[in-house]
């Protein structure tokens, strides 16, 4: 995962910085990480990303530079670092933050291991205990893996027991090694990023540029948890979230799958029944059907293996330009239609894969 960026926001004035800049609130104590949405002025995601919180410690190496005030280490999803790097640093310019955004995306390497035998293995590899009660989810400490010092954080994107080695450039290829060594005997394989979409979408992660783009918000892409509007915190895109809240959803990301019979579309437009195809392939932009109306388009689609279905997330408004609420999303009934062929389609208002979150937490 060597390809994310790897941001450092440090300074007299990072904590206000961060307050503006991240939807949620990411000024936790030091060891704590946070995923959180970055906003523009219209409420739309400009980024969605881990924040973890600082300590100031030891001489400035990779793995943390020295800093005055508070710190904190951004990663940020593949492709995007540099529009990253440029929302922040223009936020930070206009609003004259006294801080620094250090980019280290080329100084570290990141791998991600992801399943139900991920803490026997490492415990392996890093001299620290990876319990529930050492190590939580959504935390973050400096370890040795195999010798080499490394940032572990327990993560996933992929809906599974895990943790994330962000690594000094040096230490990339020995701790790979030690990793890869240890796994042998669990069935560590490596695996790419047509795996990760795959799983990430069965347990309904969002990807930024698919799910989520600048002109999509948070509350609409289902990410309201992300946002501190509870807080008297003000923040980048809060009032235009606040409108939204009030005047209610005037549209909302939902999950489909899809059965396995396919309806193909006549010639007045109303599919109807025919053959059966389970593994139907999707990709994104296919028109979403409900009661019989185009309501919006594919977004993102994948097969899960785990569930054996099509999985597809896309945006729907109600045709009468009212707020789209749950009942509405439960209530229709659905096509998804794929090059003039319309497949039958379930709405799920949580994701279909452990709906309950047993797994991040270490529980199959």
């Known amino acids: 995962m060597s390809y994310f960026g790897k941001f450092y926001l440090v300074g007299l004035d990072a904590r206000q910085a961060a307050d503006w800049l991240f939807s949620a609130d990411v000024s936790r104590p030091p060891g704590s990480t946070v995923y959180t949405c970055m906003l523009n002025r219209r409420g739309g995601t400009e980024s969605d990303l881990t924040v973890s919180r600082l300590a100031p410690g030891p001489p400035a190496s990779a793995l943390a530079p020295a800093f005055e005030g508070d710190g904190y280490y951004l990663a940020v999803g593949g492709a995007v670092a540099q529009h990253n790097w440029s929302h922040i640093s223009t936020v930070l310019q206009d609003r004259k933050f006294r801080c620094q955004l250090i980019d280290s995306s080329e100084d570290l390497g990141m791998i991600s291991v992801q399943g139900p035998a991920s803490r026997a293995i490492l415990q392996e590899v890093l001299d620290a205990d990876l319990s529930n009660e050492a190590f939580p989810f959504s935390t973050h400490k400096l370890v040795r893996a195999a010798g080499h010092l490394v940032r572990a954080m327990r993560l996933s994107f992929v809906g599974e027991l895990g943790w ?178 319309a497949y039958p389609a379930r709405a799920h208002l949580k994701p279909p894969f452990d709906p309950d979150n047993k797994r991040v937490k270490g529980i199959y």
Request: charged fraction near 25%; charge should be positive.
């Open 164 to 341: 994330e080695l962000h690594v000094p450039r040096p230490a990339c290829v020995p701790v790979y090694q030690a990793v890869m060594a240890a796994g042998t005997k669990h069935g560590l394989v490596n695996a790419g990023y047509r795996a990760i979409d795959s799983l990430s979408i069965e347990k309904g992660y969002r990807h930024w540029h698919a799910d989520l783009r600048p002109d999509d918000s948070p509350l609409e892409a289902g990410l309201a948890f992300t946002c501190k509007l509870k807080s008297p915190v003000p923040f980048l895109g809060r009032e235009a979230l606040e409108k939204q809240r009030a005047e209610g959803l005037r549209r909302r990301l939902v999950c489909f799958t899809v059965d396995e019979a396919q309806l193909p579309t006549g010639g007045s437009g109303t599919p109807s029944l025919s053959a059966s195809s389970r593994k139907v392939p999707m990709f994104g932009l296919e028109a979403i059907w409900r009661n019989g109306q185009v309501v919006g388009h594919v977004r993102r689609a994948d097969f899960g293996f785990a569930i054996d279905k099509t999985l597809a997330y896309g945006y729907i408004r109600d045709p009468s330009g009212q707020s789209v609420s749950l009942d509405f999303v439960r209530s229709g009934d659905y096509a998804l239609e794929r090059m003039g062929v």
